[in-house]
């Protein structure tokens, strides 16, 4: 099932604000919206405090879900760094996956600017989604 995901730039703006400020620790959270298309972020601290991996602070994460379902929205995606690595995912996001059909977007630093791809996980498989980051 290949789809197409798209940010808007204002939101884009909030995860990269976010992400940088927590490097060089992993920062993660989730985006919400409707048709693969993004309409909200929530940045939710990363309870590992890990340079290579997450784990996101339940209190925090059941406080997303619940907004989403308060919104009538989806959740759309679930996002993380690689501050040291490739936007990717790697052996440990393959194996500690938890949401079948949601999408990962994973950002790393390229220079001075974040890149990021997105993706969908199904056991040790990754199938690469069209990213795009468009206007409000």
């Known amino acids: 099932m290949s789809r197409d995901l798209a940010i ?9 604000a976010h992400i940088a400020a927590e490097a060089p620790r992993e920062a993660c959270g989730l985006l919400g ?7 909200v972020h929530y940045s939710i601290e990363n309870e590992a405090h890990s340079t290579t991996r997450f784990s996101m602070q339940p209190q925090q994460q059941l406080q997303a879900f619940l907004s989403l379902d308060e919104q009538g929205l989806d959740l759309v995606a679930i ?16 194996s500690e996956h938890a949401y079948p ?6 950002l790393s630093p390229q220079g001075v600017r974040w890149h990021g791809g997105a993706f969908l996980l199904d056991h040790h498989e990754v199938e690469r989604l069209s990213l795009r980051v468009v206007d409000a």
């Open 33 to 39: 919206g409707k048709d693969n298309r993004v309409i």
């Open 101 to 106: 059909g949601v999408a990962h977007v994973i």
């Open 79 to 94: 996002y993380h760094s690689h501050p040291a690595g490739a936007a990717y995912p790697s052996e440990t996001d393959l």
């Open 8 to 16: 808007p730039t204002p939101i884009w703006d909030e995860m990269v």
